[in-house]
């Protein structure tokens, strides 16, 4: 394997689902601090939907230019368990992706290398506006796994609202119940300015 990037088929089991936020911005440039908030604010959202599903709190990181959620899982890496998470990830966009965020959906591959917390995010050159930044993350003191029990009933739930939405997808509109700015329990004492994680 020395010299070769890891494949998806390299991976025996799946042990996190990662989810990132990512700012809309100039192509090569870090993030300011105002666009930092608007994806803080979505993940935070997203948590909190999904914490109603029965996930377990996750690690939360911050990449330097946006932000992260990790689960932590051990999944088979096997088709039927890509194509769970393939749904839930599509899914997702649906809601949580808009103008201003990108929810990035390239991070569902079992291969992808995601960045290493504790480095500095050195994109581009470093402003007063758009500085480069630690990366950092808060593990939670009980980091439970989301068992596949819930993965699978989520992806389950996942194919019967796409299904429903498929014929009315010109004039449906997004849900509105699940949008940022609605964080709850374990999560109300987050705070985008002096968070940041």
């Known amino acids: 394997m020395h010299g070769r990037p890891i494949r998806d088929d390299d991976v025996g089991f799946i042990t996190r689902i990662p989810f990132d936020f990512d700012p809309a911005r100039p192509v090569g440039l870090s993030s300011t601090r105002s666009e930092l908030a608007r994806a803080f604010n979505l993940r935070g959202s997203m948590t909190v939907f999904l914490h109603s599903l029965k996930w377990p709190v996750p690690l939360r990181g911050m990449s330097g230019n946006g932000f992260h959620l990790q689960y932590r899982c051990k999944l088979p890496n096997n088709d039927e368990t890509r194509q769970m998470v393939k749904s839930i990830y599509e899914w997702l966009h649906l ?99 002096r968070g940041m994680v």
Request: positive net charge.
């Open 95 to 193: 809601i949580y992706n808009d103008a201003q965020v990108e929810f990035d959906r390239s991070v569902k591959n079992p291969g992808r290398i995601f960045r290493l917390y504790g480095t500095v995010n050195r994109k581009g050159e470093s402003t007063e506006d758009r500085p480069h930044r630690m990366s950092k993350c808060h593990i939670p003191d009980e980091w439970r796994q989301v068992t596949a029990q819930i993965v699978e009933r989520t992806a389950n739930a996942v194919e019967k609202a796409i299904q429903a939405k498929r014929p009315k997808k010109q004039t449906e509109t997004r849900p509105c119940s699940h949008r940022r700015g609605n964080s709850r329990g374990d999560y109300a004492s987050l705070d985008a300015p």
